[in-house]
């Protein structure tokens, strides 16, 4: 009940942005998605956004890479590791990596939380931090009750999304520094919240599991923009947000890059902010 209320007094701030949001009670949540109606009395309501949805970020990324290579011309190089940027003065003037070094007009860092790592080569410090969560990805069960749509539990912590005939849930922010690793234990919260509130949706003996490193700043938004060199953007430290601010910022960058004004006002995104 904290959790809703506390999610519907935030409601009015992100109506001013132009989010249409709506709150539902227990029986409106089952009737919009009927997995809940086995456990509606455990449910205090929900906040809807009108606008949200959820999509498979890998299979958009691929697709989208081979379209830019198909239609654009343009280069990818996978399996290709970035190691260092070459400065000279107030520019960049190549990149080091595993293929060799790669020399271009402008360049755009977007590394994820290897983003200050690879920008400390050049003298450039990034408020950019690894933040742990983790996700786990079942087989959905034949004729077993699955969400329709994605949410998340402000209680638990937790979301899930329904990607074709996989559920994926995801989970927990901690600061381990740069560890990838992850035991069992890890997904236990996971666990526990998906086998109470989906227990028939999913064949939960064939998870896959996995911990990913998400790229936060101290304030929350991306650094996006040009720092002390001219030709270097920045792109990074979108969080656990950035597939849902990925078209949007490369549109800032690309906008920033060929002389044009952005629709979105920069102050507090930069990186000298």
């Known amino acids: 009940r904290a959790e809703l209320e506390a999610g519907v007094k935030k409601m009015a701030l ?3 942005h ?7 009670d227990a029986s409106e949540v089952a009737k919009l998605d009927p997995v809940f109606e086995p456990v509606k009395t455990k449910i205090a309501g929900a906040i809807r956004d009108l606008g949200d949805s959820s999509g498979d970020s890998r299979l958009f990324t691929e697709r989208l890479g081979a379209l830019c290579r198909d239609r654009l011309g343009v280069t990818v190089k996978l399996g290709c590791r970035v190691t260092a940027l070459q400065a000279g003065g107030d520019r960049i003037d ?11 007009d402008n360049y755009v860092l977007a590394l994820g939380v290897g983003s200050p790592i690879v920008a400390r080569t050049a003298g450039v410090s990034l408020p950019i931090y690894p933040a742990k969560g983790y996700s786990s990805t ?5 004729g077993g009750l699955a969400p329709t749509i994605p949410g998340v539990d402000e209680q638990w912590l937790v ?35 998906a086998r109470d509130v989906f227990p ?14 998400r790229p936060m700043t101290p304030d929350g938004p991306p650094i996006l923009g040009l720092g002390r060199h001219r030709n270097l953007f920045f792109n990074c430290g979108h969080g656990h947000m950035g597939w ?25 995104l930069t990186p000298r902010r």
């Not at 190549?94 to 271009?104: C, E, M, P, Q, R």
């Not at 028939?200 to 490193?213: I, K, S």
């Open 14 to 16: 992100l109506a001013e």
């Open 138 to 142: 079942y087989p959905l069960r034949p």
């Open 200 to 213: 028939d949706a999913v064949d939960y003996d064939r998870g896959e599991y996995r911990a990913c490193l």
């Open 18 to 24: 132009g989010q249409k949001q709506e709150v539902l």
């Open 94 to 104: 190549a990149v080091i990596t595993s293929d060799g070094v790669l020399t271009a």
């Open 159 to 193: 979301g899930w999304s329904r990607l074709g005939d996989r559920l994926r849930l995801t989970s927990t922010a901690e600061f381990a520094g740069y560890d990838w690793g992850w035991t069992p234990r890890d997904f236990n919260n996971i666990l526990r919240f």
């Open 244 to 268: 849902t601010m990925a078209c949007g910022t490369a549109r800032i960058v690309a906008d920033l890059m060929n002389g044009r004004m952005p629709e979105l006002d920069l102050e507090g």
